[in-house]
């Protein structure tokens, strides 16, 4: 099994940014791609950004050019660099590894508030 810790998660006020951090910690040579989710209040849980091991990237259109996810494998984390937030990015984030044979991992969530 996988662990994941996440930390970044905070309050800012629209256009600001916050960096999330997740790191894994466990069985890390099963974990194929990394990626994070979000989920508003009443909404179904959504992906934001996903790498994988071979380092392909992709982003919900929602964030595409204003988030950036990557990955240090040195540390067995992943990043996602959340710039330009809106009200709309209002959301709990969650943190997910990919892995083999099993089912995965998620984070705890950490909370990403935006205000006007």
């Known amino acids: 099994q996988v662990q994941l810790v996440e930390s970044g998660g905070g309050s800012v006020q629209s256009g600001g940014s916050l960096r999330l951090s997740c790191a894994a910690s466990?069985?890390?040579?099963?974990?194929?791609?990394m990626g994070w989710y979000r989920q508003a209040p009443g909404k179904q849980r959504e992906l934001v950004a996903r790498?994988?091991?071979?380092?392909?990237?992709n982003y919900a259109d929602s964030v595409k050019g204003r988030f950036t996810i990557a990955r240090d494998n040195a540390k067995n984390t992943v990043y996602l660099q959340m710039n330009s937030l809106k009200p709309e990015d209002t959301a709990v984030y969650y943190c997910?590894?990919?892995?083999?044979?099993?089912?995965?991992?998620w984070g705890q969530g950490t909370q990403v508030t935006v205000s006007s």
């Open positions: 997910n590894a990919e892995t083999y044979p099993d089912f995965g991992s």
């Open positions: 466990g069985s890390i040579f099963s974990i194929y791609a």
């Open positions: 790498i994988t091991s071979g380092g392909s990237t």
